[in-house]
C-alpha cells in the first residue's frame, strides 16, 4: 500500500507559477514510479507528467501541452514529488492528482495509487 497527499495548490493568474507536492508513504519510494494526471470540470481524467524509478535515472514524461512549462522532480530522502508549473494558462486548471505504480504510464487506469488531489485554478 501507498499513500499518497498532494500540497501546494491554489489559485494564480496567467503567466504565473505554482509547485505541488506529493509525499509518499508505506513503501520505498524510490521503488515507484511516479505521475501527475489532472481533471478539468465535464473533462476526462488525463496525464500530464511522469517520472520513472531512480534505476532507470528518473526518466521524465511530459504531455505535449505542458512540456518546457512543467517540470516533475522527486526528492527519495523526502519520499515526495514535485510538479514544477510555470507560465500558467487558464486552460492548466483543474484539480491535479498525485499516482503511483509499478510503470510510468499515461493511462490513468494503469497507476495503483491516487492521492485525493488538489485544486489549481488559473485566472486570465
Known amino acids: 500500500q501507498v499513500q499518497l497527499v498532494e500540497s501546494g495548490g491554489g489559485l494564480v493568474q496567467a503567466g504565473g507559477s505554482l509547485r505541488l507536492s506529493c509525499a509518499a508513504s508505506g513503501r520505498a519510494f524510490s521503488s515507484i514510479a511516479m505521475g501527475w494526471f489532472r481533471q478539468a470540470p465535464g473533462k476526462e481524467r488525463e496525464f500530464v507528467a511522469g517520472?520513472?524509478?531512480?534505476?532507470?535515472?528518473?526518466?521524465?514524461y511530459y504531455r505535449d501541452s505542458v512540456r518546457g512549462r512543467f517540470t516533475i522532480f522527486r526528492d527519495n530522502a523526502k519520499n515526495t514529488v514535485y510538479l514544477q508549473m510555470n507560465s500558467l494558462k487558464p486552460e492548466d486548471t483543474a484539480i491535479y492528482y498525485c499516482?503511483?505504480?509499478?510503470?510510468?504510464?499515461?493511462?490513468?487506469?494503469?497507476?495503483?495509487?491516487w492521492g485525493k488531489g488538489t485544486l489549481v485554478t488559473v485566472s486570465s
Open positions: 517520472i520513472g524509478i531512480s534505476r532507470n535515472a528518473g526518466s521524465t
Open positions: 499516482a503511483a505504480g509499478r510503470l510510468v504510464t499515461t493511462a490513468p487506469d494503469g497507476m495503483d495509487y
